[in-house]
C-alpha cells in the first residue's frame, strides 16, 4: 500500500480550476510535500513544495500565480489548487514527499503518488 494517496484532477476546459490532494500515512508525517507532472513526451517536472509547517512553499515560475499548494496536518493533505488552466497543463501529476528537501530535484523525494491525470481542453 502506497505511503502517498492521490485523488482530484480529471478534465477541465482552459481558464477553469482543479485541485488536486495528495493524503500522506502516519510514516510521511512531518516531510516536506511536491508536485510534479510529467506531459506525453516530457520529462517529470517541479510544480510546487511545500514545508511540513507550510509557512515556506516554493513554486515554479511556469506556473506561478496560477497554482497555488497548502496543506492540511489534521487532514493528511496537502493540495494543489490549479486555477487558470491551459492546455500546456495537460499532464499526469505526482505528488511526493521528503524528510528535508523541499526543491525541485526529484531524485530526492522518498515517496511517491500513483499520479493523477490532469486533462485540459481549449
Known amino acids: 500500500q502506497g505511503q502517498l494517496v492521490q485523488s482530484g484532477g480529471g478534465l477541465a476546459q482552459a481558464g477553469g480550476s482543479l485541485r488536486l490532494s495528495c493524503q500522506h500515512s502516519k510514516r510521511t508525517f512531518g516531510t516536506y510535500v511536491a508536485w510534479f507532472r510529467q506531459a506525453p513526451g516530457n520529462q517529470r517536472e517541479f510544480v510546487a513544495a511545500?514545508?511540513?509547517?507550510?509557512?515556506?512553499?516554493n513554486i515554479a515560475d511556469f506556473v506561478k500565480g496560477r497554482f497555488g499548494i497548502s496543506r492540511s496536518n489534521t487532514k493528511d493533505t496537502v493540495y494543489l489548487q490549479m486555477d487558470s488552466l491551459n492546455p500546456g497543463d495537460t499532464a499526469v501529476y505526482f505528488c511526493?514527499?521528503?524528510?528535508?528537501?523541499?526543491?525541485?530535484?526529484?531524485?530526492?523525494?522518498?515517496?511517491w503518488g500513483q499520479g493523477t491525470q490532469v486533462t485540459v481542453s481549449s
Open positions: 511545500i514545508s511540513w509547517s507550510g509557512s515556506n512553499t
Open positions: 511526493a514527499a521528503s524528510l528535508t528537501y523541499e526543491g525541485p530535484q526529484e531524485e530526492k523525494y522518498i515517496w
